[in-house]
Each structure stands twice: as structure tokens, then as C-alpha cells.
Nanobody, 121 residues
Framework: QVQLVESGGGLVQTGGSLGLSCVASGSFFSINGMGWYRQAPGKQRELVAMLNRDGNVRYADSVKDRFTLSGDSAKNTVYLQMNSLKPDDTSLYYC???????????????WGQGTQVSVSS
């Protein structure tokens, strides 16, 4: 019943910016970790940025100085601001969250469908 709804992908030129949003919708008790991964053709999926319950954000080294992940707990939403984009950032970006339905259930891994980010040179 839980869905991760992604938005904000698109095509930009090198040096441009995009913002990705992910909203957890449906009925659930709590979220423990929410953020973004990406996967380009022929490559493994990699962590981009992840926000945990302590408010700590872990970034991939390749995006640390350019991307910012923020969260709005009241709206069950994370937002990834991507600046100074370059062609290497071109990938399919997936929202990921750990969610439990009630207080005695285990956290379950959820994934969005993916949104394309393309950066032209």
C-alpha cells in the first residue's frame, strides 16, 4: 500500500541544476531512512544520498560538494537539490526508503520506479 512517488527528473546542460522530490504515500507508521540511489546503463546501482532518522546525511564522494538532500518529516518527503550537474550524473535515479506499517512490524525496503536525469555536454 505504500508508494514512493518521484518527480523532478529531466534534461539539463552541463552546469545546470535539477531538484528531485520523493513522497512516501499510503498508510504507515514510520520511516527509518529515506534518500536516493542511481544506476546508469552497464553500471551497478550506487548510493547518491541518504537521510537517516538522526538527521545525518551520507553522500557519495562524487556528489558531496554539489548535491544537497533535505527532508520534511511532516510531509514524508525528501528533496535532492542537484547543482553543477555534469554528464557523469546522467542516470536513472531511484528513491529508497525503509518503512514499517505499524510499531511492531519490521522495516521494509521500498523503491520508487525511477526518474531519468540526463545532462548534456
Amino acid at each position: 500500500q505504500v508508494q514512493l512517488v518521484e518527480s523532478g527528473g529531466g534534461l539539463v546542460q552541463t552546469g545546470g541544476s535539477l531538484g528531485l522530490s520523493c513522497v512516501a504515500s499510503g498508510s504507515f507508521f514510520s520511516i527509518n531512512g529515506m534518500g536516493w540511489y542511481r544506476q546508469a546503463p552497464g553500471k551497478q546501482r550506487e548510493l547518491v544520498a541518504m537521510l537517516n532518522r538522526d538527521g545525518n546525511v551520507r553522500y557519495a564522494d562524487s556528489v558531496k560538494d554539489r548535491f544537497t538532500l533535505s527532508g520534511d518529516s511532516a510531509k514524508n518527503t525528501v528533496y535532492l537539490q542537484m547543482n553543477s550537474l555534469k554528464p557523469d550524473d546522467t542516470s536513472l535515479y531511484y528513491c529508497k526508503a525503509w518503512i514499517r506499517r505499524d510499531s511492531i512490524s519490521a522495516y521494509v525496503e521500498h523503491w520508487g520506479q525511477g526518474t531519468q536525469v540526463s545532462v548534456s555536454s
